[in-house]
C-alpha cells in the first residue's frame, strides 16, 4: 500500500486526535507538511470512510457559537491497518521545483526577475529553517520519539544544504548575461 490521504491521516491520529480542519492544517503546516498534499476533498471523505470502517472513532465536541466540532481518533484496528501501510518500502521521494525549472530556464527571464527569484527562494528557506528551529526550541527533546527528531533533523539538513548550495551560487547566478528576454 502506498502512502496515500488514509495513511496519512491515519498517522496524524497517531499522535492525537483532530477535527478535519485541524488534520488539514497539520498537514499543510505543520510536521506532515513535507510527507504528501491532501486537500478537503480527500480528507474529509477519507475520514468518513475510515470512521464506518471501524478505524477511527467520532465525537461531537460543542463551540460556543458554532456548530459541534466533529473531533476524530484512532482504534486500535486503525493502529493495525496503519501498521500494515506502513510495512511496505516507500517510493522514491518526488522533488518538485518551480524554482529550479526557473533556473533550468534563466536564460528566458530577465537579470530582475531572476535576482528576485533567488532572493525569493532565499527567503524561502531561511524562514523554512527558522520554523524548524522555532519547533526545536518549545520542544521538549527528551519527550520527542526518535522518529520526529529524525524527521526534524533530516528537513534541517535538506534544508541548509540547499541554502548552503543557493548561497555559494549567487554571485555566479546574479552575474547572467542579458539575454533575449530582456
Request: hydrophobic share 40%; proline share 2%; net charge neutral.
Amino acid at each position: 500500500m502506498a502512502m496515500n490521504v488514509r495513511t496519512l491521516c491515519l498517522g496524524v491520529l497517531s499522535f492525537k486526535e483532530a477535527s478535519g480542519y485541524e488534520l488539514k492544517k497539520e498537514i499543510e503546516e505543520g510536521m506532515y507538511s513535507h510527507f504528501i498534499d491532501a486537500s478537503f476533498g480527500s480528507i474529509y471523505p477519507a475520514l468518513t470512510q475510515m470512521n464506518a470502517e471501524g478505524l477511527l472513532t467520532l465525537r461531537s465536541e460543542e463551540q460556543s457559537g458554532r456548530p459541534d466540532k466533529k473531533v476524530y481518533a484512532i482504534t486500535d484496528q486503525g493502529r493495525a491497518v496503519l501498521a500494515k501501510s506502513l510495512a511496505v518500502l516507500p517510493a522514491s521521494n518526488k522533488f518538485k521545483s518551480e524554482f529550479l525549472f526557473e533556473m533550468l530556464l534563466q536564460h528566458f527571464v530577465s537579470k530582475e526577475h531572476l535576482d528576485l527569484a533567488i532572493d525569493k527562494h532565499h527567503t524561502d528557506l531561511s524562514e523554512d529553517l527558522a520554523k524548524i528551529a522555532q519547533k526545536q526550541l518549545h520542544q521538549d527533546k527528551s519527550k520527542c520519539d526518535a522518529g520526529s527528531l529524525f524527521v526534524m533533523g533530516y528537513g534541517e539538513s535538506v534544508l541548509r544544504a540547499a541554502l548552503n548550495y543557493l548561497e555559494a551560487q549567487c554571485p555566479r547566478l546574479k552575474k547572467v548575461k542579458l539575454t533575449a528576454a530582456e
